[in-house]
T-cell receptor, first 112, second 111 residues
Framework: GAVVSQHPSRVICKSGTSVKIECRSL??????MFWYRQFPKQSLMLMAT?????????EQGVEKDKFLINHASLTLSTLTVTSAHPEDSSFYIC????????FGPGTRLTVL | QKEVEQNSGPLSVPEGAIASLNCTYS??????FFWYRQYSGKSPELIMS????GDKEDGRFTAQLNKASQYVSLLIRDSQPSDSATYLC???????????FGKGTHLIIQP
């Protein structure tokens, strides 16, 4: 299957700071990438669809001004959590689609 | 809003037996269905995809789809302790086919 990487794998930050998470498709070009969030003992919830060269599409209830998505190239999408608060602590997972979705290893964000 | 339902378990199966995982979905027009395996603290890994009614086999895994009943299942033959994980059923449901996941079934294979 296709390989998707994420960086960083784990980040701890203070409340009020911003955190950027990178998602890369390593062996294929992805015009569309997806960002998911998973809270403990819950399933993955789609946050937004990242489209190369255009604005992201956000799911209902996800604040676009808080979760900034940039899809600057066919292999890179970034998610920036702005002014992070403890309730934003979660496991953030990206995926890239080549027909089927392949997931990155995830980024565990802890906001103190 | 598409919904995907799974029994959260835990489902406990003896080693070597067949594990049967079930999933129902709400949207009759769904055309593709996916099973992912997720180990604790890790991201999901694609196990099977199925698009047509009937069975699809891949090694020890068999996916079964019944669109009329809006039901998809995953069978794991000769279950191994390494199969112990949470199994997530997913259908395209978000923008540009972002996935809607069920809550997952926690499978435990007992040695």
């Amino acid at each position: 299957g296709a390989v998707v990487s994420q960086h960083p794998s784990r980040v701890i930050c203070k409340s009020g700071t911003s955190v950027k998470i990178e998602c890369r498709s390593l062996d294929f070009q992805a015009t569309t990438m997806f960002w998911y969030r998973q809270f403990p003992k819950q399933s993955l919830m789609l946050m937004a669809t990242s489209n190369e060269g255009s604005k992201a599409t956000y799911e209902q209830g996800v604040e676009k001004d808080k979760f900034l998505i940039n899809h600057a190239s066919l292999t890179l999408s970034t998610l920036t959590v702005t002014s992070a608060h403890p309730e934003d602590s979660s496991f953030y997972i990206c995926s890239a689609s080549s027909g089927e979705q392949f997931f990155g290893p995830g980024t565990r964000l802890t906001v103190l | 809003q598409k919904e995907v339902e799974q029994n959260s378990g835990p489902l406990s199966v003896p080693e070597g037996a067949i594990a049967s995982l079930n999933c129902t979905y709400s949207d009759r027009v769904s055309q593709s269905f996916f099973w992912y395996r997720q180990y604790s603290g890790k991201s999901p890994e694609l196990i099977m995809s199925i698009y047509s009614n009937g069975d699809k086999e891949d090694g020890r895994f068999t996916a079964q789809l019944n669109k009329a009943s809006q039901y998809v299942s995953l069978l794991i033959r000769d279950s191994q302790p390494s199969d112990s994980a949470t199994y997530l059923c997913a259908v395209p449901g978000g923008g540009a086919d972002g996935l809607t996941f069920g809550k997952g079934t926690h499978l435990i294979i007992q040695p």
